[in-house]
């Protein structure tokens, strides 16, 4: 059974850059079915996607953070990873990665149990 | 971007009840609409995809229904494990959009 978990700092100060990995496991990230993305969740607040990458590395992202944001694959340790750039207080959040379906309704089909991160000065 | 909004925003209701909640595209969206339940701590669930498509080990008692601008998400008898919070998503364009969620709590 495929599973998804994010690793990472909890703790990132105000303009540094916050880092995240997802490891996959119980699978392959290199399928063509499905991108991986990130989603995150501000505390009382709902769910944004921050962007996705297929395991060839063709990247998209949301065009609100696509300034700040990089996401990269790395097919032999089955992981991909977040990076966002310097960070304010507005990106604390729940931080998930998430598989998504290519075809079909193009849904966040697995998602990792979340982390959460927490950024202050 | 496509903006969803759900209502009601907040839901109590007794195990045993039917409720259904709404999503609503600000522009249509075929049938490319997803539900999730989410608990506290917990994995966001996948539902139902593409409206009405049921997941894999997720019980008849749920079921989706609409296309284009308006879609609903319907339990039919409430069990104790459906206490949580609802989302839809939609597919359609990029980026991919969430509703604000409807927190379905035990009355």
């Known amino acids: 059974q495929l599973q998804l978990q994010e690793s990472g700092p909890g703790l990132v100060k105000v303009s540094e850059t916050l880092s995240l990995t997802c490891s996959v496991s119980g699978g392959s990230i290199s399928s063509s079915s499905y991108y991986w993305g990130w989603i995150r969740q501000p505390p009382g607040k709902g769910l944004e996607w921050i962007g996705s990458?297929?395991?060839?590395?063709?990247?998209f992202y949301s065009p609100s953070l696509k300034s700040r944001v990089t996401i990269s694959v790395d097919t032999s340790k089955d992981q991909f990873s977040l990076r966002l750039t310097s960070v304010t207080a507005a990106d604390t959040a729940v931080y998930y990665c998430?598989?998504?379906?290519?075809?079909?309704?193009?849904?966040?089909?697995?998602w990792g149990q979340g982390t959460m991160v927490t950024v202050s000065s | 971007d496509i903006q969803m909004t759900q209502s009601p925003s907040s839901l109590s209701a007794s195990v045993g009840d039917r409720v259904t909640i709404s999503c609503r595209a600000s522009?249509?969206?075929?049938?490319?609409l997803n539900w999730y339940q989410h608990k506290p701590g917990k994995a966001p669930k996948l539902l139902i995809s593409?409206?009405?498509n049921l997941q894999g080990g997720v019980p008849s008692r749920f079921s989706g229904w609409g296309s284009e601008t308006d879609f609903t998400l319907t339990i039919s008898s409430l069990q104790p494990e459906d206490f949580a919070t609802y989302y839809c998503q939609q597919s359609a364009n990029s980026p991919p959009t969430f509703g604000q969620g409807t927190k379905l709590e035990i009355k």
């Open positions: 593409a409206a009405f």
């Open positions: 522009q249509t969206i075929s049938r490319y």
């Open positions: 990458i297929f395991f060839t590395g063709s990247t």
């Open positions: 998430a598989r998504r379906q290519l075809g079909g309704g193009g849904a966040f089909d697995i």
